[in-house]
């Protein structure tokens, strides 16, 4: 029997995480197929550490930590406290519980297993009913070029606290690479296609940057929404407005659309933006996206189902039904 | 400056593990090398564990767990809860702080390293002061042929709680291995050569089946004790008595002399045991191996001192002076 629905999501990590928790909740998670940033993957004392697919695994197996926004609820740091003592490297933190699903996926990868189904393998593992599918199978690299040298994607957020000014962004490995089985047929085969209120530039970009990805979101029946990650000129968190700008958008919600304007036909933005739209307009914002105001700060689970409603309702037609409350049991 | 002295130490894990830390509190640490059975290595969650390695080098480091005489005092198992949920297997217990070991081991040896070379920065972290050698730099596997089939020794040991009765031990890859660097020389060298409270068969058999060693140590000039891990017929722990019967040796203190008979000078027997020596001299245990009585069962800090000065003071001359309990300073 094919789902009632198949949704299909665009997402990286932190806010996508939490888009796609508030989601699961509100439409049956088996309709909801994620599409997941791998550019900001990196190996970690040996191990194949995927930052994105992790929060995304672990968000829609109600493991992620809400305090820290990665990694698993009360996670202890004890290994990372002895790798320090050995010389470790530990500005990218790897929790205990954390650690046994990067062994995990390192022995699956090393038994020939491709990222994909390593995935499908620990999700099933965690009982998630959605598909959660890496964005390639490649290893794609996104690189930050700052004042202060070329960075790794990590090196650049989680070592240098994004203090470096980014004057470009690449996508290493991106233009040899494929998307994964089964992106392009869930982005070809869904109702409903969204974008996750992910860094428009290092969580989307990679993505939209693997070839036939950007083609297949331009081709797709379903009409697509994105949530902007913008609110009143910042990032919700991150570093996103100073990659917009070294990316050439305007750091803001009519950036978001502009970045994404070719594909397009939905923007939801934040209800205290709404006040520079009529300004945006006289400024020549007219990509032809239809702008949707709602509160997109989620700071509570129910402000992630209410933004997931939105969204959903922002498209209209068949998912109509998944936009009042009680449309799902949680 | 060379070491005032030159204490060589053959061993095993556990009673091994024990005994050097008692010695490393009596003479100077620096004077001792250990020189540590490998052939219970074993790749685990893809990583390279070498367990005698280990317990030597915590408890030479003030790390060892007391309690499970294996791995770090105090550690928690977090990570493998969480990989026993991911289908990780996990009849072989690693701990969260013990994790960081073998993930820094993995990595040196990833990078070039050699188990040797891996080992002494590891060591060297632990701020230990006496050498850590394993026997070899290359893979040799110790397997239990059993009349359940052939194991691993940890399969063998670890998941199957020695069970099965053992039938005969072999060394897969002994023949071709070479002992490390640094161990011929450390037995050319010594002063004294010791051998750890170790099972003859599987802790100290691999050392001594790796070419060259066992010649060492019939041509090294200083004297050789070994201390008995065998008390009134059965091991103090673990499964010695059935490997020394399926070796072909008898499972008491004679028989751990027959088994060194060809090198030894001392054996350090349990005074427990000293009411069979005049029955085992009518029986024929006549190795030429003199028998020094005393109590070998480490139950505190202060018996391992013991026993350590015990071993030493039954060789003379020049190690009397680490025998009286002032000697050294803890």
Redesign the interface.
Known sequence: MLPELMITVLSGGTGGAKFVQGLSRVVPAEDITVIVNTGDDLEW???HVSPDLDSISYALAGQLSRERGWG?EG??F??????A????PTWFRL???????H??R??LL?SGRSLGEATA??VA??GVRSSVLPMTNQRVETRVSTAAGELNFQEYFVREHYAPTPLGVCFAGAEQASPAPGVLEALAAAQAILIAPSNPITSIGPILAIPGIRHALRAAPAPIAAVSPMVGGAAVSGPAAALMRAAGFAPSYSGVASAYSDFLDVLIADYRDAKWHDQNAALGFSTGVRVHFCDTIMTSEPSKDELARAALSSLGGALDKFCSREAVSP
């Open positions: 004392w040996g191990l698993v996670d202890s004890h290994c990372a406290e002895a790798a003592r050995l010389g470790l929790g205990d519980r954390d650690l046994a699903l062994l995990a390192t022995q090393g393998e620990i593992r965690f």
